[in-house]
């Protein structure tokens, strides 16, 4: 990679509800209960898409998909990371690679991440080794060690090996 290199940093956290589905990475997971949030409520999802954002320097989730917003009631987080990806493209970014990871004390993820690495990679059209996931524990500490929700973070690289003629009005 050489010319324009960026990194960003994103993170999420949601607690844990009774009567949704728990969706990790696009992938439902099985659990007695879902997380709480205005769209599917997928942490590790929308801590990529903060990477990625932030990276480009185009803000956050919330200014782009804001919660109370009908239109993102229930949407599929995946389908969001797929328009931000749509956004780096226009403007002439490319996906280095993301790292993520998902703090959860419950329930065990080492069997899904494969396929949530293959979900995420579907969704910004890079090879799935340019994804990569790991699951924590909170280690019986603080709101995720207690069980209470799931976090997630990220860190994502994003370059460009030309420059747009862009100019961004403050």
């Excluded at 949407?75 to 970014?93: A, D, H, Y």
């Excluded at 993820?109 to 690495?117: C, D, F, G, P, V």
């Excluded at 996931?133 to 370059?159: D, H, M, P, R, S």
Aim: proline share 2%; glycine share 12%.
């Amino acid at each position: 990679m050489t010319g324009d290199i960026r990194v960003g940093i994103g993170y999420d956290i949601h607690p844990f509800v009774s009567g949704r589905k728990l969706v990790l990475g696009g992938v439902e997971i099985v659990s007695p209960k879902g997380l709480g949030g205005w769209s599917d409520a997928d942490v590790l999802t929308h801590a990529v898409i903060d990477a990625l954002l932030g990276a480009a320097n185009l803000g956050d989730i919330g200014r782009h998909f804001p919660a109370g917003k009908a239109e993102f009631r229930d949407v599929s987080s995946v389908s969001l990371l797929s328009r931000v990806n749509e956004m780096l493209k226009v403007r002439g970014w490319e996906i280095g690679n993301i790292d993520a990871n998902v703090i959860a004390e419950q329930p065990k993820l080492s069997e899904n991440i494969e396929k949530m690495q293959l979900k995420l990679a579907e969704a910004v059209a890079v090879d799935v080794d340019r994804i990569s996931i790991k699951a924590k524990t909170g280690n019986g500490l603080g709101t995720i060690g207690k069980g209470e929700g799931i976090a997630a973070q990220a860190v994502a690289l994003i370059y460009r090996t030309h420059r747009k003629n862009e100019r961004r009005k403050l």
